[in-house]
């Protein structure tokens, strides 16, 4: 038997599975998305508060993961697990585990990395997954977790890319460069589309002026995200580990005929989307991946904005509905017409010097006085 704990532990609400053997198992991730999140302090003290209350019946400890290629310091600690007898210091366990990861290239730098991280994102069991790779609307949920650690996130990853520039980086510190800043976008994004959002709430259709300056600062922020998803999908481009080329590959090395390669192809592309034919289980599966981010959900994010734009100038609600219809219909066409494109399955570009410009031009910057007068 499985028990998954921390958010709902089963174990301690049925007396131990009533004497039955069973193992502690975590399940951290839905669908593969890949935003930073886990509770490495509960991971670390869960299984062994289960295996000595009194009575217990817990044999060992496990995974139920639906996807592992995302946050894999999570993984290593909760595999680690099966070995401790009591519960490790999280503090001195990461001190090894970038030593571990990285190798010579391990630092005070990583190691004060991996302490912010764990101040910042790796206390928490709820994951925030990216505003990018869902449908767009005006009454998205507010991600509140990657606004409160976006100044930590940010520090984090300034270290990493300092011990990164001091040293010759191996496989993983470059796939930890590229995730950290990947959510430093993510997290600046959540701040542009949610002033999108009050831009456009601010129009009063009675009001011209309202709607002048309303539709000014809508293009301003419609136009910021959509260069913000391009940058980050140059951003991921870099690193072999975020190519939706490589993953469109290998489902088509398992293809003997062209039909089968086409079949695998779009079963690939479906996975990632709509999984199933008319998006049954829309977005669960998302993936900010080179070549899916520029190509799917940039078209997405430019049609929302369009709409808004359109809405204002002509002085018509927006109405998410009849989005909504259109951009499944859209979507549903994109897998087809995609069906035979071939995507990057080798990294484009340098990451460090892609990295250092994005610094340069998202970190520093006040995001709410774009489109406002100096």
Same mark, same amino acid.
């Given at each position: 038997?499985?028990?998954?704990d921390l958010?709902?532990?089963?174990?301690?609400k049925?007396?131990?599975?009533?004497?039955?053997?069973?193992?502690?198992?975590?399940?951290?991730?839905?669908?593969?998305n890949?935003?930073?999140?886990?509770?490495?302090?509960?991971?670390a003290?869960s299984?062994i508060?289960s295996?000595?209350?009194?009575?217990s019946?817990?044999?060992?400890?496990g995974?139920t993961?639906e996807a592992?290629?995302?946050?894999p310091?999570?993984?290593?600690?909760?595999?680690?697990?099966?070995?401790?007898e009591?519960?490790?210091?999280v503090e001195?366990?990461?001190?090894?585990?970038q030593?571990?990861?990285y190798g010579?290239?391990?630092?005070?730098?990583?190691?004060?990395?991996?302490?912010?991280?764990?101040?910042g994102v790796?206390?928490s069991?709820?994951m925030?997954?990216?505003?990018?790779t869902?449908?767009?609307?005006l009454k998205?949920?507010t991600r509140?977790?990657?606004?409160?650690?976006f100044t930590?996130?940010? @520090?984090?990853w300034r270290?990493? %890319?300092? &011990?990164?520039l001091? =040293?010759?980086?191996?496989g993983?510190? !470059?796939y930890?460069?590229?995730?950290?800043?990947?959510?430093v976008l993510?997290?600046?994004?959540?701040?542009v589309r949610?002033?999108?959002?009050?831009?456009?709430n601010?129009?009063v259709?009675?009001?011209?002026t309202s709607?002048?300056?309303s539709?000014?600062?809508v293009?301003?922020?419609?136009?910021?995200?959509?260069n913000?998803?391009?940058?980050l999908?140059n951003?991921?481009?870099?690193?072999i580990?975020?190519?939706?080329?490589?993953?469109?590959a290998d489902?088509q090395s398992w293809a003997?005929t062209?039909?089968?390669?086409?079949?695998?192809?779009f079963?690939?592309?479906?996975?990632?989307?709509?999984?199933?034919? @008319?998006?049954?289980?829309?977005? %669960?599966? &998302?993936k900010?991946? =080179?070549?899916?981010v520029?190509?799917? !959900?940039?078209e997405?994010?430019?049609?929302?904005?369009?709409e808004?734009?359109?809405?204002i100038a002509t002085?018509?609600?927006?109405?998410?509905?009849?989005?909504?219809?259109?951009?499944?219909?859209?979507?549903?066409?994109?897998?087809?017409?995609?069906n035979?494109t071939t995507w990057?399955?080798?990294p484009?570009?340098?990451?460090?010097?892609?990295?250092g410009l994005?610094?340069?031009?998202y970190?520093d910057?006040?995001?709410?006085?774009?489109?406002?007068a100096?």
């Amino acid at each position: 038997m499985c028990s998954s704990d921390l958010l709902e532990p089963v174990w301690s609400k049925t007396k131990s599975y009533y004497g039955k053997a069973f193992i502690w198992c975590m399940l951290h991730n839905f669908g593969g998305n890949r935003d930073l999140y886990g509770n490495l302090p509960g991971i670390a003290s869960s299984p062994i508060k289960s295996r000595h209350t009194p009575g217990s019946t817990m044999v060992g400890t496990g995974l139920t993961m639906e996807a592992i290629e995302q946050n894999p310091v999570v993984y290593e600690l909760m595999t680690d697990m099966g070995w401790f007898e009591t519960s490790p210091p999280v503090e001195l366990w990461l001190q090894d585990y970038q030593k571990q990861r990285y190798g010579k290239a391990a630092s005070s730098d990583t190691q004060q990395a991996w302490q912010l991280l764990l101040d910042g994102v790796y206390k928490s069991d709820y994951m925030t997954d990216s505003a990018i790779t869902h449908t767009p609307s005006l009454k998205m949920p507010t991600r509140s977790q990657a606004l409160a650690n976006f100044t930590t996130t940010i @520090n984090a990853w300034r270290h990493m %890319y300092r &011990a990164a520039l001091n =040293s010759q980086p191996n496989g993983p510190m !470059y796939y930890d460069l590229c995730d950290l800043l990947r959510q430093v976008l993510v997290n600046h994004f959540e701040d542009v589309r949610r002033l999108q959002a009050m831009a456009y709430n601010a129009w009063v259709p009675s009001m011209p002026t309202s709607g002048e300056e309303s539709l000014q600062l809508v293009r301003a922020y419609s136009e910021a995200a959509a260069n913000l998803i391009i940058d980050l999908d140059n951003l991921l481009g870099t690193n072999i580990n975020y190519l939706l080329g490589q993953w469109l590959a290998d489902a088509q090395s398992w293809a003997q005929t062209p039909f089968e390669r086409d079949l695998n192809q779009f079963n690939a592309l479906n996975q990632l989307t709509l999984w199933g034919p @008319n998006g049954e289980i829309n977005d %669960y599966a &998302a993936k900010e991946w =080179s070549g899916l981010v520029k190509s799917y !959900y940039l078209e997405r994010w430019v049609m929302f904005s369009a709409e808004l734009e359109v809405a204002i100038a002509t002085g018509q609600t927006f109405d998410q509905g009849a989005f909504d219809a259109a951009l499944l219909k859209r979507d549903i066409s994109w897998q087809y017409a995609q069906n035979s494109t071939t995507w990057p399955s080798q990294p484009v570009g340098n990451q460090m010097l892609i990295s250092g410009l994005l610094h340069d031009k998202y970190v520093d910057v006040d995001i709410s006085k774009i489109g406002r007068a100096s």
